[in-house]
């Protein structure tokens, strides 16, 4: 069965800092890939989403970057985080759109 | 991507059965309505997905009228459990590269 691994669970950063999260999926192959970010009480917003290796778009103009050096591992980065930086931090997988998205346990991540 | 309207937040009690709204009038005809469930600090939660008439499953059912312009999510007989933030979505219906976007959903608060 596919399994989905996000780490850490939860995050307390200075300002400035980098930031590096690590989300891996086991069990499938060429998996869609995904970051959203969810303030508090907000909705999810998309953050990136890739179809390959290498290959990442991205949603949102910010100050965050996010990679996928290998088939099943999606790495969202931060040179210098900022206050508005922090929320929950979730990576998800799927085959495509229509076959429903499997969500990671999230971190999250408080910008001090 | 077309657009999801649904109620900020619903109020029922154990036992009842409660019906969440969607509305998306300009679905496209490759789209699919998928709905998920989200706790908090957990990633939401596939919980079903149609096309058009009903879908059925083990949680729950899922109506969609004939013009799909809108769709019903049926949770039967809620429990304390079932509270909890619903999502509703539509997305392509193929293995395509477009990502999912998340609204503010509904907070469905269930009472003892």
């Known amino acids: 069965s596919q399994t989905i691994h996000q780490w850490p669970a939860t995050l307390v950063q200075p300002v400035g800092s980098p930031l590096s999260l690590e989300c891996t999926v086991e069990?499938?192959?060429?998996?869609?890939l995904y970051w959203y970010r969810q303030a508090a009480g907000r909705g999810l917003q998309l953050l990136f989403y890739?179809?390959?290796?290498?290959?990442i778009s991205s949603e949102v103009p910010q100050n965050l970057s996010a990679s996928r050096p290998q088939d099943r591992q999606f790495i969202l980065s931060s040179k210098k985080l900022l206050l508005s930086d922090s929320g929950f931090y979730l990576c998800?997988?799927?085959?495509?759109?229509?076959?429903?998205?499997?969500f990671g346990s999230g971190t999250r991540l408080t910008v001090v | 991507l077309a657009k999801t309207t649904q109620p900020i937040s619903m109020d029922s009690y154990e036992g009842q059965e409660v019906n969440i709204t969607c509305s998306h009038n300009n679905i496209a005809t490759n789209d699919y309505i998928t709905w998920y469930q989200q706790f908090p600090s957990q990633g939401p939660r596939f919980i079903i997905q149609g096309y058009k008439t009903k879908v059925t499953n083990e949680v729950a059912s899922l109506f969609i009228p004939a013009d799909r312009k809108s769709s019903t999510l049926s949770l039967p007989r809620v429990s304390l459990s079932d509270t909890a933030v619903y999502y509703c979505?539509?997305?392509?219906?193929?293995?395509?590269?477009?990502?999912?976007?998340f609204g503010s959903g509904t907070r469905l608060q269930v009472q003892p």
């Open positions: 069990g499938t192959s060429n998996p869609n």
């Open positions: 998800a997988w799927s085959k495509g759109s229509s076959y429903g998205y499997t």
């Open positions: 979505l539509v997305n392509l219906g193929d293995t395509g590269r477009r990502a999912l976007t």
């Open positions: 890739s179809v390959g290796i290498g290959q």
